[in-house]
């Protein structure tokens, strides 16, 4: 299957600092990527869609400012979480499209103090 | 929007046992999948399944589209089996954007 990778698997930052995480498609493709965040035993909510060469799509109530998306090429989406703040805390999750099914990344645990 | 619903939201198997596990969705969908997220947060693929049954190894699931619900099957459950298993369907029909259920946290004790 489809191998979809993220970097950094977990970081700690100060409050007020901005974090990047990167989303890589490894052996595919992908002109949209998708960015979901998790709450401790939640369910996965869906952030934002990210397009290859155009802006994001953001979800309601997601601050476009404040989660800035960057899809820079057909392998790699960056998320920012910009001058982040303990309730940004969760666990970001990218995923990306191949032959009709959706692989994950690992995910990346971010915890600001 | 289409609302998810999964039951049970929890369970505790002993390692052997078989469980069904119930995927329930508001609105017609062209698109279903069942993912495993392990102790470690990685999502796992278990099936692509718009309609129809399929089989892989211990699991088998089924979607009736037009009764709006799919059922995973894990038969002789194993400890390596817990997590949370999550159903999926596309917010949108004809794309990916996908709204994930409610989610059902098993637990498979030796």
């Known amino acids: 299957g489809a191998v979809v990778s993220q970097h950094p698997s977990r970081v700690i930052c100060k409050s007020g600092t901005s974090v990047k995480i990167e989303c890589r498609s490894l052996?595919?493709?992908?002109?949209?990527m998708f960015w979901y965040r998790q709450f401790p035993k939640q369910s996965l909510m869906l952030m934002a869609t990210?397009?290859?060469?155009?802006?994001?799509?953001?979800e309601q109530g997601v601050e476009k400012d404040k989660f800035l998306i960057n899809h820079a090429s057909l392998t790699l989406s960056t998320l920012t979480v910009t001058s982040a703040h303990p309730e940004d805390s969760s666990f970001y999750i990218c995923?990306?499209?191949?032959?009709?099914?959706?692989?994950f990344g690992p995910g990346t645990r971010l915890l600001v103090l | 929007g289409i609302q998810v619903e999964q039951s049970p939201p929890d369970l505790i198997l002993q390692e052997g046992a078989n469980s069904t596990l119930r995927c329930n969705f508001s609105?017609?969908?062209?698109?279903l999948q069942w993912f495993h997220q392990n102790p470690w947060g990685q999502l796992i693929n278990l099936f692509y399944?718009?309609?129809g049954t399929k089989q892989n190894g211990r699991l088998s699931a089924t979607t009736v589209a037009t009764e709006r619900y799919s059922l995973l099957y894990i038969s002789s459950s194993q400890t390596t089996d817990s997590g949370v298993y999550f159903c999926?369907?596309?917010?949108?029909?004809?794309?990916?954007?996908?709204?994930f259920g409610t989610g059902t946290r098993l637990k498979v004790l030796a």
């Open positions: 995923s990306a499209t191949a032959q009709e099914t959706q692989y």
């Open positions: 052996d595919f493709q992908a002109t949209t």
């Open positions: 990210s397009n290859e060469g155009s802006k994001a799509t953001y």
């Open positions: 609105d017609s969908v062209n698109n």
């Open positions: 399944i718009p309609s």
């Open positions: 999926a369907v596309p917010q949108i029909s004809g794309t990916y954007k996908y709204i």
